[in-house]
């Protein structure tokens, strides 16, 4: 009995999620009322605040499962060369463009831009940041890892939010992101290496 009622709870929570990201994205907005979710997923308002605890709750909740199912797996192979994984970042993105337009520009803005540090920060190693600059002190790999975290989500949340009214460019984004990673990759092997200063 228990584990039907742990079933239909996850699917219930998953409804609302899909629901909560086809309806941001038609709309172009996060200021979709909870009960145009609920009836879309056909489940109880109260679901919302037990589960998420608000509308932004969901709305991050179901950002952060669809960047967990669908571009988490294809980053998800470290001997992949660093372009082909932010390609298919970048094409994730471009693909629900509405959706995270809305999500950077709406009430959740904040935790979304979270979101997205936590994402970048899981591509960006201690041990790569090593490798780039040397022995660092903990303190400072964390500090880094937050500093070019938050510039690469600052890139791509422009990108997403601009003012383009066309389709984006994944492979533009790519070689902007990749030729930032190799400058700090170079600057780092000079820093770390007498040799090359």
Request: charged share 25%.
């Amino acid at each position: 009995m228990e584990e039907r009622q742990d079933r239909r709870v996850l699917r219930n929570r998953s409804a609302l999620m899909a629901a909560a990201v086809r309806l941001v994205t038609e709309a172009g907005t996060t200021a979709v009322p909870v009960g145009v979710f609920t009836d879309a997923a056909t489940v109880s308002r109260q679901l919302v605040y037990l589960q998420f605890g608000d509308r932004d709750g969901l709305l991050v909740a179901a950002a952060a499962d669809l960047v967990e199912r669908e571009l988490l797996p294809a980053l998800a192979d470290p001997d992949q060369p660093m372009r082909v994984r932010m390609l298919a970042m970048a094409r994730h993105f471009a693909g629900y463009r509405e959706f995270y337009r809305a999500m950077l520009t709406g009430s959740c803005a904040f935790a979304m831009t979270r979101v997205l540090h936590e994402l970048f920060g899981a591509l960006i190693t201690p041990d790569g940041l090593r490798g780039a600059f040397g022995d660092l002190d903990p303190a400072v790999i964390h500090d880094l890892r937050a500093f070019v975290t938050g510039g690469a989500g600052t890139i791509v949340s422009e990108w997403l939010a601009g003012d383009d009214p066309g389709p984006l460019d994944p492979d533009r984004l790519t070689a902007r992101l990749v030729a930032l990673a190799d400058v700090v990759r170079i600057r780092g092997a000079a820093r770390s290496d007498p040799a090359l200063r």
